[in-house]
């Protein structure tokens, strides 16, 4: 069987580094935030060029935080796009703000920024790009746009850890961007994780406070809070992890790269377009394919498990008919929702899967 992800492989090879952290943090018994965390926070911050980092529990907190730090809440709306994990929408519903949706392009699968200016409205007080599946939007167009209009634009950088458009880190061109470190993330914690970076010091403050019940101090409570803060193991496991993130995103670059030599030639699939002045991380290698589920079937009987990211856009989910879209709004994102499917690829993955996973791909339209 070829999984479409071997987390356990991850933890052996840096077994040693992961156990000497963790046990570090123990000894301490500096559980919640912390050293550990505040160093990660800086060594994060650097590895994305900018200011700040707040570590927090959950890339969907970040998001909020994100948000309420931009001044969104009741009443304001915020554009962003169908095709996308529901903590997007969530986090933006969270602040009492409404979600407003332009489709993706049929390429990236990213914000179509054309889609951007009919949307904008005087309740438009943000604008959240998603980078999806390790690959950033366009963001000067859309920042072009944004600024044109005076509108903050977030980042949910959440599958894209050192993806980078035109030189500059994701998360580093908006006015924050937005990190997961959910297990299956390309730096993924061993729990749940997240985090916003930011050049705003303001906005940094805020953050901060929030994440911490709103205290600027112990016990003075400047804002109304959250418990949205990270504990001090996860802080400990991500500053291992990082040091291995740039070869671990070569490793996954190159299974892509052999991908899409084994299958750039295949009349039924399209396969994964990286962007000339993008590096894509590859958080998922999606393929796309007309009989998508038929195919995920036959790769199943040859033993390769496969994902679907994601197989109903957030319009045609029944927890948000309230925001009133219908099926048919958004063509490009019911489209592509209908048709990936996400390969494995991971950086432990032997190479002799990438060419099995083809072959079976290969064997399946044949068969």
Excluded at 141 to 165: L, M
Excluded at 275 to 284: K, P
Aim: net charge neutral; hydrophobic share 40%.
């Amino acid at each position: 069987m070829i999984p479409f992800l071997d987390i356990k492989a991850q933890y052996q090879s840096i077994k040693g580094e992961i156990d000497s952290a963790v046990l570090g943090v123990l000894a301490s018994g500096q559980y919640v935030l912390g050293e550990e965390v505040l160093r990660f926070e800086q060594e994060f911050a650097d590895y994305c060029n900018v200011k700040h980092a707040i570590a927090v529990n959950t890339g969907t907190s970040a998001l909020h935080l994100a948000l309420l730090a931009a001044g969104i809440g009741p009443g304001d709306e915020v554009i962003t796009v169908p095709f996308t994990f529901v903590a997007t929408v969530s986090a933006i519903c969270y602040t009492g703000a409404r979600p407003v949706f332009v489709d993706v392009e049929p390429v990236t699968l990213t914000m179509d920024p054309a889609e951007i200016e009919a949307k904008i409205t005087p309740r438009t007080k943000a604008i959240i790009p998603v980078h999806l599946y390790g690959q950033m939007a366009d963001m000067s167009a859309i920042k072009a746009i944004a600024d044109h209009y005076r509108i903050p634009v977030i980042e949910d950088a959440c599958q894209a850890h050192g993806a980078q458009y035109k030189g500059r880190r994701a998360g580093s061109i908006g006015v924050s961007g937005c990190f997961s470190f959910y297990p299956g993330k390309n730096l993924g914690a061993c729990g749940e994780g997240g985090l916003v970076v930011t050049n705003s010091d303001e906005q940094a403050k805020t953050m901060r406070m929030l994440r911490d019940w709103g205290q600027e101090q112990r016990y003075h409570h400047l804002l109304k809070g959250f418990n949205y803060r990270m504990d001090a193991i996860q802080g400990a496991i991500l500053r291992v992890k990082l040091r291995h993130l740039e070869a671990w995103t070569e490793a996954r670059r190159d299974h892509a790269r052999r991908y899409s030599s084994l299958l750039g030639g295949s009349p039924h699939l399209k396969i994964p377009v990286e962007v000339v002045d993008r590096r894509h991380v590859y958080h998922v290698y999606a393929v796309r394919s007309r009989d998508r589920d038929g195919l995920q079937r036959a790769l199943s009987a040859e033993g390769v498990s496969s994902g679907l990211h994601y197989p109903i856009p957030v319009h045609l989910q029944k927890a948000h008919a309230d925001l009133g879209y219908q099926a048919g709004d958004f063509p490009v994102s019911e489209a592509a929702a209908r048709e990936v499917l996400s390969l494995p690829i991971y950086p432990e993955m032997p190479s002799r899967h990438v060419d099995q996973v083809a072959a079976a791909l290969e064997y399946a339209y044949v068969s």
